[in-house]
């Protein structure tokens, strides 16, 4: 899926728009009563707005890279159950921030990260897998997964789930690294058809097991239903 | 979407089909064991079904009228997580009636409004938005979302998710409303992709509030992904 | 949905492929550290995997017939949200086994059976009715159902939910049979459009039972969008 053109709307809030169905938005003063229905912490003022239908990992390493570079913070990360038909998950991600011109700039840096951050998801028919790589998590990571900040992270997807419990055993077994989760169907997914295993540690141990569970996943997609071409481009 | 032409399938229980692959049905007289499984109260001997792939605000709104109309009640709202690779719900309602000829008007009262209650549903390829309004909720409002009974009622969806925060901002900034209820993919929905607001107010207040939610919600979706036109012809 | 061909990607760990999008898999030896997050009992050093991107009642009627024609047992069934936009769920089935071999049987077994057990799966654009029957369940059932080993079983699915809600009435009325369970979008699926009856009793009695409720779920599918063949070849 290639990134759409999208007119702007000639709304003071919307920022742009981003491959996955992703839309980013700012609001510079939410509505006092909104914001205790949507159990925001009042000190944020403004908020950003990061949203697709298709994409979570993707757009929590995008959030992951914004809050670094700005002065925001991760107020909520929910994922729903769509991908379009897909087997995985959209997302629906916010920021505080005192400013909005901080908000604005966490959702310009996230939109951006996203052509990156689709890079190491690959499909097909048959469905997906994902990999994700940072040399040092911050506080999208910690919050989405409860990984360590400030060390490396490393995310495997498989769907369909079966695809990821194999990932997952080869991912561990090929490097010396920490399991922080492992999220299936019934557990640590919105009902998604993935497995889903976050590690920690040395970041060249992290790097080699997520690589060689891409490997295996590319094998086992492939042979289910033909060629598994990446999103965008591989950065890992 | 339009309606499908439905042949009778010469079934007493059916009573028919209407946009959202929604089918309408009665049983006079359900299995006592069945019954029990199911956890209805006893008293309803007949029970009307409504149950659709695509839409749910349409069908509570639907159903809203047909118990105005009939001598029923509302047994049960469940939403799965449908709309056919869309963001949103599907809808089975079940109306509890002492005579079957009270469910089957409801289903039918239910089945009829349909047409006008997809009115304010607008979708293109990324998403869709969802208005719905009325100067005053009954029994279907009232149990879906705990809205006041007897009073004005607004329903705002927005999905993907993050365009309904935006849309739900503008709505309450808009008009004296007081939001009833908001849901997000986490919590209130089932991990659809989307955001829904429920107000109550004054009955110009609440059809305001829903009015600016609908511009604004138009206008990000079609930056999306192109026109985003009814799903039948707006009613509100 | 005919299986798809499917090259052997040259793992030692893949079984094959089948109908519904489903993969076979198997690991010799789960590294310990996962065996411990995906909280399998460490005495199966081999699990069995079979998942699927459509289709739960398939896979689960052909994980019983591998469970009692190998020596191996279900670990844990779990039942994403999925049918590639459909209205039902997807699987992922792990099967525990002291051997390898015991697993890559267990796994060749499911495989097989699954071309039988989509045979009373029929499906249209609206959505689907599922039926299975067994003369004797075994371990596969009573995990994911609670039924009675050794005693027959039938499952009666229909999508969209209301579809499946007279099937179950019609089923319970038509024979002698007894309700192991009931379930709908907000409990006993994984918001799936579906109503599922689980029945158990007499083999002639189930038969009859689950018969008829494929002969209502028929028509009314059919009353919504036209014909709705088999998968693959009607067994029951």
Redesign the interface.
């Known amino acids: 899926e290639k990134p759409?053109a999208?007119?702007?709307?000639?709304?003071t809030?919307?920022v742009g728009?981003a491959i996955g169905?992703t839309?980013?938005?700012v609001?510079a003063n939410?509505?006092p009563?909104?914001h205790e229905?949507?159990k925001i912490d009042p000190k944020y003022r403004s908020?950003g707005?990061?949203?697709?239908?298709t994409g979570a990992g993707p757009h929590i390493m995008a959030a992951d890279e914004a809050v670094k570079a700005t002065n925001t913070e991760i107020i909520?990360i929910?994922?729903?159950?769509?991908t379009?038909?897909?087997?995985g998950h959209?997302s629906?991600i916010?920021f505080g921030a005192e400013e909005v011109s901080d908000a604005r700039r966490a959702i310009e840096v996230a939109l951006k990260e996203l052509d990156r951050t689709f890079g190491d998801v690959y499909g097909n028919?048959?469905?997906h897998i994902e990999l994700q790589y940072t040399a040092r998590a911050s506080y999208a990571i910690n919050k989405a997964f409860g990984a360590p900040v400030g060390k490396a992270f490393g995310l495997i997807v498989g769907a369909?789930?079966?695809?990821g419990?194999?990932m997952?055993?080869v991912a561990?077994?090929t490097a010396n690294v920490e399991?922080v989760?492992?999220g299936?169907?019934?557990g640590g997914?919105?009902?998604?058809?993935?497995?889903i295993?976050q590690v920690t540690g040395d970041s060249g141990a992290v790097r080699q097991a997520v690589l060689a569970a891409k490997e295996?996943g590319i094998?086992?997609l492939?042979?289910?239903?033909g060629p598994a071409p990446s999103s965008t481009k591989p950065y890992i």
């Open positions: 759409k999208s007119a702007n709307p000639g709304i809030e919307f728009t169905d839309i980013g938005l609001i939410v509505d009563m909104l229905k949507m908020i707005i990061l949203g697709a239908r909520t929910e994922l729903p159950r769509d379009k038909g897909g087997a959209g629906l916010l028919d048959a469905g369909p789930a079966a695809i419990v194999l997952s055993d561990v077994k399991v989760g492992y299936s169907p019934a997914t919105s009902y998604s058809n993935e497995v295993l295996v094998k086992l492939e042979a289910m239903a």
